[in-house]
């Protein structure tokens, strides 16, 4: 597998996660707290595919380490929240963000790997 088509499988599936968020944010109670959730969750789990999208323009790799970090933080963010509905039971039943929380799980160590990488290869260059 080329670089170029990893780069846009981790795209697709970012992409896909934020769908999958979004569809989430929908399905959520419309309450108080309901609202709050979605709102926060469409925030921060759509944020990381278009934040991917402008790490693989960055001007740098100090610039590119500094986008991927944004993205594992919108991430990690987005996992909050959803172990937050799971604790919550808002969503009935709690498995059905299983897949949601294994994916958001995997993207995380993506991006943590990706990040280290990225810091090897700046340390060895300075």
């Given at each position: 597998m080329s670089k170029e088509s990893r780069i846009f499988d981790l795209e697709e599936r970012l992409i896909d996660f934020a769908v999958r968020i979004i569809r989430t944010a929908e399905s959520l109670p419309k309450t108080k707290v309901g609202n709050h959730i979605a709102g926060q969750l469409i925030r921060c789990g759509t944020s990381p595919a278009p934040n991917y999208g402008e790490a693989q323009s960055a001007e740098s790799l100090a610039d590119f380490i500094h986008k991927?970090?944004?993205?594992?933080?919108?991430?990690?963010?987005?996992?909050?929240?959803?172990?937050?509905?799971?604790?919550?039971?808002?969503?009935?039943?709690?498995?059905?963000?299983?897949?949601?929380?294994?994916?958001?799980?995997?993207?995380?160590?993506?991006?943590?790997?990706?990040?280290?990488?990225?810091?090897?290869?700046?340390?060895?260059?300075?």
């Open positions: 991927m970090k944004v993205c594992l933080k919108e991430l990690r963010e987005t996992r909050i929240w959803l172990l937050m509905i799971v604790r919550a039971n808002i969503v009935k039943p709690a498995s059905k963000l299983k897949y949601l929380i294994d994916e958001n799980n995997e993207l995380i160590s993506i991006f943590v790997t990706s990040i280290k990488t990225a810091k090897q290869k700046d340390n060895k260059t300075s």
